[in-house]
């Protein structure tokens, strides 16, 4: 039987219990449309990693959907525009295409696409995080990590870079929404193929490769994002977290792009939608608490 005297003992079982369980759950993706029309986000898992629930999905405007992992999780997240599918989920979209599909399935975004790339740790280690726009760009976005221990950066590419694209890199919409707009920059490897902007052959380190002209008008909208192969210094960025908000068209009229002193938050999460894609990956939209607040809690309930 338990005495006065073996609560503290329990309380501190359950303390460290907690903590040692902690990094046993992987982290979840809250993906928001800021954009004034449709989007279609896709995800890619990385090599030995599983793919997520969904790899593709219609995500209306104002809309958010959040989307587990597992611990260990590597791969990247980007939207789609400009899409049509039939009703067997075949078809094309402008940009940030994956084969033709509303399901990814283990295709990449097709570029010019902006992305958010990830690899969670596993135990104790921490994630590593990025935005790139080294294979072109064609949404605004922002990630905000929520940190178990405590803050952590945003980054990401808030500006507009359709609108300031070079001539030779810009991508045209055709028939639709938004056909005769920029829709998309590509990337000056893309665009011309050489050497010197793809940082391959002779290129292929980071001393022979470095910042191009096209790539330093990427930088300069977006100091935080990956701008060219070797770009690593100022754009990866490692945390502990138990959610990433992940935000495309942020509303930098209003708000703008901040860090980790004056965090970004997406709109409120509402009831899940009435749709298929929704109601898949909103099926864990329970209140995510942080696993330490939670464990300081029956620490102090048990003591007192």
């Not at 793919?51 to 809309?63: K, P, V």
């Not at 726009?133 to 980054?155: F, K, M, S």
């Not at 002209?213 to 701008?227: E, G, V």
Request: aromatic share 12%; net charge negative.
């Amino acid at each position: 039987m338990l005495t006065i005297t073996s609560w503290p003992f329990l309380a501190a079982f359950f303390l460290f219990g907690s903590l040692f369980f902690l990094p046993s759950h992987g982290s979840t993706f809250t993906i928001t449309n800021n954009c004034p029309y449709t989007i279609w986000p896709g995800t890619l898992a990385g090599s030995g990693t599983p793919q997520l629930l969904t790899t593709g999905f219609q995500l209306e405007s104002g809309q958010s959907v959040r989307i587990p992992s597992v611990p260990g999780w590597s791969g990247r997240i980007w939207a789609r525009t400009g899409c049509s599918f039939d009703e067997f989920g075949v078809g094309s979209c402008q940009t940030g295409d994956c084969g033709g599909r509303l399901q990814c399935d283990g295709s990449g975004a097709t570029p010019p696409a902006s992305l958010f790339e990830i690899t969670l740790g596993k135990g104790n280690d921490k994630d590593f995080y990025d935005v790139s726009i080294v294979d072109g760009y064609n949404l605004p976005l922002v990630a905000e990590p929520r940190g178990v221990y405590g803050a952590c950066n945003a980054t990401g590419c808030a500006s507009d870079i359709n609108m300031g694209c070079p001539k030779e890199l810009q991508v045209v919409g055709g028939e639709g929404t938004r056909e005769g707009e920029v829709i998309a920059c590509k990337s000056a490897c893309e665009a011309f193929g050489l050497d010197q902007y793809c940082c391959s052959g002779e290129f292929a380190n980071p001393t022979t490769c470095r910042p191009s002209f096209y790539s330093s008008i990427f930088k300069r909208a977006c100091p935080s994002a990956y701008s060219y192969a070797f770009d690593d210094g100022t754009s990866t960025f490692t945390c502990k977290a138990y959610d990433y908000a992940i935000i495309f068209c942020p509303n930098t009229s209003s708000r703008g792009f901040k860090g980790s002193n004056g965090s970004l938050s997406p709109p409120s999460i509402q009831d899940p939608s009435s749709t298929k894609a929704q109601q898949m990956v909103s099926s864990s939209n329970n209140l995510h608490l942080q696993p330490l607040k939670v464990s300081i809690f029956i620490f102090l309930v048990l003591v007192l």
